[in-house]
């Protein structure tokens, strides 16, 4: 059965300090792997990666997968409290597309001022 | 990225009421669309998926006949909570696959019923 797991589930930090947040995976032919963000509403989409050791970055978030020992990283630096969210990852079944994600539980960041 | 949009973002009904929620992909067809629930501080749960032109594939435990689920078009799935109750209260999503399988959101939709 295919499994995500994050870690960790929730996090507080301070306002400008820097935050690793971790996705592990076990998928049946792995295709890509996803980071959204969710705050009030929907989530919305950060990165979806597929090549280990390319990492994707937009302003001060970046990620960066590890296929061979199955896990994903998303780093926030200077944190701001407009980061403060859950922090979704998710992988698509298999090979074939059609079929919903398979999402973690979730970490939830805080950011204080 | 792609544009989901979901309707109404929020919602009021009595029990017993039906409430219909739309989801519709903006600049892109969806053969597939997807419907979640998600409850406060827990993770989206898949309820059931649409498939345009044929009957949505229902996870196990969620009632096809309370959770209605039409996929009439390639922009356009709706999922109709029949006969309301307070229990059925909750955050309801659509998401729709775009290019290389990733999922774009509605803004959901929050539904209570009193």
């Known amino acids: 059965e295919d499994k995500v797991v994050q870690s960790p589930l929730s996090l507080v930090v301070h306002e400008g300090d820097t935050v690793t947040l971790n996705c592990s995976y076990e998928?049946?032919?792995?295709?890509?792997l996803l980071w959204y963000k969710q705050e009030k509403k929907a989530p919305t989409f950060l990165f979806m990666l597929t090549s280990s050791g390319i990492e994707k970055k937009s302003g001060r978030l970046s990620s960066i997968l590890d296929k061979k020992e199955l896990f994903s990283i998303l780093n926030i630096t200077a944190t701001q409290t407009g980061d403060s969210a859950v922090y979704l990852c998710a992988v698509p079944p298999g090979l074939i597309s059609g079929y919903a994600l398979n999402f973690g539980k979730g970490t939830s960041l805080l950011v204080t001022p | 990225g792609a544009v989901v949009s979901q309707h109404p973002s929020w919602v009021i009904c009595k029990s017993g009421t039906s409430v219909k929620i739309e989801c519709r992909s903006l600049?892109?067809?969806?053969?597939?669309m997807f419907w979640y629930r998600q409850f406060p501080k827990q993770s989206l749960m898949l309820m059931a998926t649409s498939n345009e032109g044929s009957k949505a594939t229902y996870e196990q435990g969620v009632e096809k006949d309370k959770f209605l689920i039409n996929h009439a078009s390639l922009t356009l799935s709706t999922l109709t909570v029949t006969s309301a109750h307070p229990e059925d209260s909750s955050f309801y999503i659509c998401?729709?696959?775009?290019?290389?399988?990733?999922?774009?959101f509605g803004q959901g939709t929050r539904l209570t019923v009193v």
């Open positions: 998401s729709a696959l775009g290019d290389r399988s990733v999922a774009f």
């Open positions: 998928v049946t032919n792995f295709r890509s």
């Open positions: 600049d892109f067809q969806a053969t597939t």
